[in-house]
């Protein structure tokens, strides 16, 4: 399982404001009932199969086009541990865990 971070940027969209696009993309995302996901204020993380997450971040990326946008910028990164499972939930334990062994 691999944990990626997406962010979809339209461009040439003649406003400074994007999140109608980004609401476009994230309808994708609901349609992905295989996948998790988090949106932030900056990106979307998504949790699943690599090849999967890759599939669902193309039809992202193709929906601000539609949405009449002239260029879209996607950045992507991708965690993707291979021995042992990897999740959002765990990787956040991991941090949160040390935090309180820093503290007590």
């Known amino acids: 399982m691999s944990v990626v971070e997406v962010t979809i940027v339209p461009l040439g969209t003649g406003s400074p404001s994007v999140s109608q696009y980004v609401a476009g993309c994230h309808k994708i995302l609901e ?9 932030t204020p900056m990106s979307t993380i ?18 601000p086009f539609a ?5 879209v910028s996607t950045t992507i990164r991708i965690d993707d541990r291979r021995d042992k499972e990897l999740t959002m939930a765990g990787k956040i334990k991991a941090v949160t865990d040390k935090l309180d062994l820093v503290s007590g």
């Open 67 to 71: 949405a009449g946008a002239q260029r």
């Open 31 to 39: 349609q992905a009932t295989d996948l998790n996901y988090q949106l």
């Open 46 to 63: 998504i949790e699943g199969d690599l090849n999967r997450i890759l599939e669902v971040i193309r039809q992202m990326h193709d929906t």
